[in-house]
T-cell receptor, first 115, second 115 residues
Framework: GENVGLHLPTLSVQEGDNSIINCAYSNSASDYFIWYKQESGKGPQFIIDIRSNMDKRQGQRVTVLLNKTVKHLSLQIAATQPGDSAVYFCAENKGAPGGGNKLTFGTGTQLKVEL | GAVVSQHPSWVICKSGTSVKIECRSLDFQATTMFWYRQFPKQSLMLMATSNEGSKATYEQGVEKDKFLINHASLTLSTLTVTSAHPEDSSFYIC???????????FGPGTRLLVL
């Protein structure tokens, strides 16, 4: 069935290092992907998105890479800071009946930043 | 930016009672709102999609008579958990998407504990 999943459940990095969080998806028809950050006890926070007609998009300290050939998505965080500690989810955007964009979330990766 | 609020942020209730959770888009009109449920250490699972003025569309396995959704205005959707039981204890999160938005913005979540 359709699935959006992550390779690593937990990622530990040293403060200042770069972090790379990976995601695999199986629905080749999806054309829009989003990364969310979720801190403990809070709702997901939008980080960055990318459309399928792109293979790279950059934001502030974050870069998303999309490889449609192998259905792989990654989030790179530069100079990781303690405040980046959270669970990161990739989400695949599919159309919802009657309009709207239905999201399917991956399993999540816990990012731990060590001082 | 797009802000979504939820009320209450947490609620404790006795088994058999009903609980209503509100989701509001504060600075934009939400044509579509989504309700998710998240158990500890797990990903977000979509429960239903609601469009203003029409019946909600429920995901497979979600009981529509137990989880009543009303989207009466472009800024408010409510989720009522009827006859709540301990297994309904979870983190309920809503998201909203407006005409000018192509992604979802999430509320802070509501923690429900059923005793």
């Amino acid at each position: 069935g359709e699935n959006v999943g992550l390779h690593l459940p937990t990622l530990s990095v040293q403060e200042g290092d770069n972090s790379i969080i990976n995601c695999a998806y199986s629905n080749s028809a999806s054309d829009y992907f989003i990364w969310y950050k979720q801190e403990s006890g809070k709702g997901p926070q939008f980080i960055i998105d990318i459309r399928s007609n792109m293979d790279k998009r950059q934001g502030q300290r974050v870069t998303v890479l999309l490889n449609k050939t192998v259905k792989h998505l990654s989030l790179q965080i530069a100079a990781t800071q303690p405040g980046d500690s959270a669970v990161y989810f990739c989400a695949e955007n599919k159309g919802a009946p009657g309009g709207g964009n239905k999201l399917t979330f991956g399993t999540g990766t816990q990012l731990k930043v060590e001082l | 930016g797009a802000v979504v609020s939820q009320h209450p942020s947490w609620v404790i209730c006795k088994s058999g009672t009903s609980v209503k959770i509100e989701c509001r888009s504060l600075d934009f009109q939400a044509t579509t709102m989504f309700w998710y449920r998240q158990f500890p250490k797990q990903s977000l699972m979509l429960m239903a999609t609601s469009n203003e003025g029409s019946k909600a569309t429920y995901e497979q396995g979600v009981e529509k008579d137990k989880f009543l959704i009303n989207h009466a205005s472009l800024t408010l959707s409510t989720l009522t958990v009827t006859s709540a039981h301990p297994e309904d204890s979870s983190f309920y999160i809503c998201s909203a998407e407006g005409l000018a938005e192509e992604t979802q913005y999430f509320g802070p979540g509501t923690r429900l504990l059923v005793l």
